[in-house]
C-alpha cells in the first residue's frame, strides 16, 4: 500500500544552525504535501505546504521542496531557535482519493 | 468559530467496555478524519467521511466504528475496548478539494485513552 517514510527520527541542532528534515512517498499520483508541527500535549497544526506543480516554497525561516522525480519533499528550518522544537510530520496526498498519509515524526530539539 | 472540538479530552476504561469519541466542527467542512498516534507510529488513519452519509476506512479501521450523520458530527465508537487500543486519538476537518488541489486539515486538540 501507499505510505509515507520520514528521517530522521529524531534531530538535534544548536540554536541558529539549519535543521533540514525528508520525507519520500511511494504514490506517483500524491499532488498536496503538508507539513505539520505538534509540540508537547497539544494538535498538530500546518506550517507550510506545497503541491505537485511547485517546486519550491518559502515562508520567512520554513522552505519545502519537492523532487516529484525522485519522489521526496523535504522540510528546511533556517535560523532555528528553541520554540522551533516539537515534532514535525510530514504527509502526502494519496492520488485518487481524500486521504492523507502522514510519516512517523521527526523530534526536532534546538539546543539552546 | 471554535474549529474542531473533541470530547472528552481524558478517558480511562476497562478491557471490553464501549464507548463513543465525539467531533465536532463549525467550519462547514465536508471531510472529516479519525486518527490514532502511537510513539513512533506517528498518525494513523482509522476512518474517514467525505460527506454527510458517507464514511470509509483508513490504515486501522478494526475495532472502530464511525458514522456521519449531519456535516458537524463525526463521532468515532469503540465496540469492546481492548489495551492496544490505548492512544491519543485526534479527529480532523478539512475543506473539500479545491482547484489545483487538496486543503490543510484542522485538528482536534485530542483525546487521550487509556485501556486498562
Known amino acids: 500500500g501507499e505510505n509515507v517514510e520520514q528521517h530522521p527520527s529524531t534531530l538535534s541542532v544548536q540554536e541558529g544552525d539549519s535543521a533540514v528534515i525528508k520525507c519520500t512517498y511511494s504514490?506517483?499520483?500524491?499532488?498536496?504535501f503538508p507539513w505539520y508541527k505538534q509540540e508537547l500535549g497539544k494538535r498538530p497544526q500546518l506550517i507550510i505546504d506545497?503541491?505537485?506543480?511547485?517546486g519550491e516554497k518559502k515562508d520567512q525561516r520554513i522552505a519545502v521542496t519537492l523532487n516529484k522525480t525522485a519522489k521526496h519533499f523535504s522540510l528546511h528550518i533556517t535560523e532555528t531557535q528553541p520554540e522551533d522544537s516539537a515534532v514535525y510530520f510530514c504527509?502526502?496526498?494519496?492520488?485518487?482519493?481524500?486521504?492523507?498519509?502522514f510519516g512517523t515524526g521527526t523530534r526536532l530539539k534546538v539546543l539552546a | 468559530n471554535a474549529g474542531v472540538t473533541q470530547t472528552p479530552k481524558f478517558q480511562v476504561l476497562k478491557t471490553g467496555q464501549s464507548m463513543t469519541l465525539q467531533c465536532a466542527q463549525d467550519?462547514?467542512?465536508?471531510?472529516m478524519s479519525w486518527y490514532r498516534q502511537d510513539p513512533g507510529m506517528g498518525l494513523r488513519l482509522i476512518h474517514y467521511?467525505?460527506?454527510?452519509?458517507?464514511?470509509d476506512q483508513g490504515e486501522v479501521p478494526n475495532g472502530y466504528n464511525v458514522s456521519r450523520s449531519t456535516t458537524e458530527d463525526f463521532p468515532l465508537r469503540l465496540l469492546s475496548a481492548a489495551p492496544s487500543q490505548t492512544s491519543v486519538y485526534f479527529c480532523?476537518?478539512?475543506?473539500?478539494?479545491?482547484?489545483?488541489?487538496?486543503?490543510?486539515?484542522?485538528f482536534g486538540q485530542g483525546t487521550r485513552l487509556t485501556v486498562v
Open positions: 506545497i503541491r505537485s506543480n511547485v
Open positions: 504527509a502526502a496526498s494519496i492520488g485518487g482519493t481524500y486521504k492523507y498519509i
Open positions: 467550519m462547514n467542512h465536508e471531510y
Open positions: 480532523a476537518s478539512r475543506d473539500g478539494d479545491v482547484p489545483f488541489g487538496n486543503t490543510e486539515a484542522f
Open positions: 504514490d506517483s499520483a500524491s499532488n498536496y
Open positions: 467521511s467525505v460527506g454527510a452519509g458517507i464514511t
